[in-house]
């Protein structure tokens, strides 16, 4: 509901005010009550409101203190922009899970690949050799003990090359000759 609201009031270049008003609305709306409803957000007649029980109220409150994060980052928001680290981990769900190309619905197959993911970015790729090992007191088969130090020195490998080019580009700079002579009336040969 949230998503929606944020690209709609994007599309229709609203204020940032429009859409914390739409945003504080979201769960009324959910719930059933349309008083507060605008007419380019829903189509419901407003007339068919509903009252809540006091259930319902304790939910609804709940619910409202849990978006307030939501609604005071509505400046950010209104852009509809993705921030750069909410690309990065999907990019890498969609490489463990192998993107859209399969469909991996059953029994909780996306679930666990995507708890991959994210151990895999924690604790690097040697996770699955300590986990292994920790929970079964068995070093693990080879196999799986070769790809995590296989992973590590690709690792180590990048980290360091970047690290070895960004220190040879600072050292490879051209340094800039200042003949006397032709530099009279400028910097420090001024006169």
Request: hydrophobic share 30%.
């Amino acid at each position: 509901m949230a998503r929606r609201t944020i690209a709609n009031n994007y599309k229709m270049g609203f204020d940032v005010e429009t859409l914390k008003e739409d945003l504080k609305n979201g769960p009324k709306h959910i719930f059933g009550d349309h008083k507060m409803c605008k007419d380019y957000y829903c189509k419901i007649d407003k007339n068919e409101s509903v009252s809540f029980s006091v259930d319902t109220q304790k939910v609804l409150e709940r619910v409202e203190d849990v978006l307030k994060p939501l609604v005071r980052k509505a400046p950010q928001l209104i852009t509809n922009y993705i921030s750069n680290l909410a690309e990065n981990v999907m990019s890498l769900v969609a490489k463990f899970t192998g993107g859209k190309q399969i469909s991996r619905r059953k029994k909780g197959s996306f679930t666990h690949r995507t708890y991959g993911v994210v151990l895999d970015f924690q604790y690097g790729p040697d996770w699955t050799h300590k986990t292994w090992k920790k929970t079964t007191l068995i070093s693990p088969f080879s196999p799986l003990r070769k790809f995590a130090e296989k992973t590590n020195k690709q690792m180590d490998y990048k980290r360091k090359s970047l690290y070895n080019s960004f220190m040879d580009s600072s050292k490879n700079k051209k340094v800039k000759i200042i003949q006397k002579s032709g530099e009279e009336d400028y910097g420090e040969y001024c006169q």
